[in-house]
């Protein structure tokens, strides 16, 4: 029965992690980012985060987003620095066309710095994007 559920390979829908300035807190912030680079909206958008290496991990996050328009991009959550030494996944799972897609993100550990950023797509701001 498992077998015979078709799962499609997820293209132009991507996670990235943005270092963006917070004039509340007056502080750099890193915030996870979905963005959606194809010319159709995505829908029913499930996103669920952790992080863990061998010794430790962090509570399980929800996210969901009704819709996600073409060419477009939603934050999804704050990272904490104390997080960046660990393997953070994200969970994503969306419908488009009538059909599920899934895919696991992941930024592994000591990969989210300055160093690392580069172009992200859709945004204006650099970033890194998620494996």
């Known amino acids: 029965m498992k077998k015979d559920i078709k799962i499609p390979e997820v293209k132009g829908v991507y996670l990235a992690a943005v ?3 917070n004039k509340d807190f007056r502080t750099h ?5 979905i963005l959606n680079e194809n010319n159709f909206a995505i829908e029913t958008v499930l996103i669920v985060s952790s992080g863990s290496n061998k010794k430790d991990v962090t509570s399980t996050m929800r996210h969901s987003l009704k819709i996600l328009p ?3 991009f939603a934050k999804v959550e704050l ?3 104390e997080i960046f030494k660990l393997n953070n996944e994200f969970s994503v799972s969306y419908f488009a066309e009538n059909t599920m897609f899934h895919k696991t993100f ?25 494996d």
Do not use: C, H
């Open 70 to 72: 073409a060419k477009s």
């Open 79 to 81: 990272l904490q620095p």
């Open 29 to 33: 912030d890193w915030n996870v980012y």
């Open 19 to 21: 270092r963006e300035w």
């Open 106 to 130: 992941v930024f592994k550990k000591n990969t989210i710095k300055e160093s690392a950023q580069g172009k992200i797509p859709l945004m204006k701001e650099e970033g890194i994007l998620a």
